[in-house]
């Protein structure tokens, strides 16, 4: 179905019909994992933050030891290219860079670096009856893997193996997704998405550890300290999750949206959107332009 898409990819500087663009079954970065990617909002033609998601884009390359042959504003550049020729409500940008066939080594230090943008109607993924009352999770057993055995805060596209593991088996179980810790036992994220708790008023956010710094998760950071509200970045245990009033999670995909419950074991943890929550969603929706 994805490759048949209507409108245009464009790849390596061309642009490319969408079923055209295509690579070679020997990609090195199809055998071992070498490619970072980016997934970015437009609406009705206008990109939302594209000069901080392409900063990561070539951030996370640079954590893989590649080098994307393309500037920031080159790809911005790009990007609204594709926007300007076809209109989309809910655009979402995808930016994909990867090392080539050039070499078939498992080291990626002689191999050609592709990168490619492509752009599809995406609305936000959940009803609005999941972004009103929330979210139903359960604890993974896939953990989040310690920063000494993988590029953790690099956008790679290989540690989306555990997302995609983690997400299918909660979606099989019943659950909208999943939690998953780290190996130190403390909570680190959901499947792709960041994860908050509110306390007295407080936003707490797992410390990242082993996860990606999420570009929502910072907005969020960001207008909660513009209005006052006191934003820890700590250890979170799943022992607190009792004193906690509230939960949410944020991402350039999914927005913001609410948590209703946590199942660990045998113990389902409930939480209500508080009016922080709330405030904090209608801020995203305001800016983004989903309202």
Not at 13 to 27: C, D, E, P, R, S
Not at 87 to 92: A, V
Not at 162 to 169: L, P, Q, Y
Not at 209 to 233: N, P, Y
Request: one cysteine or more.
């Amino acid at each position: 179905m994805f490759d048949q898409l209507e409108g245009n990819i464009w790849l390596d500087g061309a642009i490319l019909a969408w079923n055209q663009a295509k690579i070679h079954i020997m990609t090195h970065a199809l055998h071992y994992g070498t490619s970072v990617y980016e997934g970015i909002r437009s609406r009705n033609g206008v990109l939302f933050r594209g000069f901080l998601h392409y900063q990561r884009f070539l951030e996370s390359a640079n954590l893989l030891d590649f080098q994307i042959p393309y500037s920031v504003c080159q790809l911005v550049q790009a990007t609204q290219l594709l926007l300007d020729a076809t209109h989309y409500h809910f655009g979402y940008v995808r930016a994909l860079a990867w090392c080539g066939s050039q070499s078939m080594f498992v080291s990626h230090r002689q191999s050609n670096v592709h990168t490619a943008i492509m752009i599809w109607e995406r609305p936000m993924p959940y009803s609005t009856k999941h972004y009103e009352k929330g979210l139903h999770l359960h604890i993974s057993s896939w953990r989040r893997p310690d920063p000494r055995s993988a590029p953790v805060h690099s956008k790679a596209s290989g540690l989306y193996m555990i997302s995609a593991m983690a997400k299918r088996t909660a979606e099989l179980k019943g659950f909208d997704d999943a939690v998953l810790l780290d190996t130190q036992d403390r909570i680190a994220e959901a499947s792709s998405s960041n994860i908050f708790f509110v306390k007295d008023g407080k936003l707490l956010t797992p410390f990242p550890h082993s996860f990606l710094k999420g570009l929502t998760r910072a907005f969020v950071i960001e207008q909660a300290k513009k209005r006052g509200i006191d934003v820890q970045e700590t250890d979170i245990f799943l022992s607190d999750l009792p004193l906690m009033d509230s939960a949410f999670l944020t991402g350039t995909a999914v927005g913001i949206v609410p948590i209703a419950s946590i199942l660990s074991d045998s113990k389902v943890y409930k939480f209500y959107p508080d009016t922080v929550t709330r405030n904090l969603q209608l801020i995203h929706k305001e800016t983004f332009d989903l309202l």
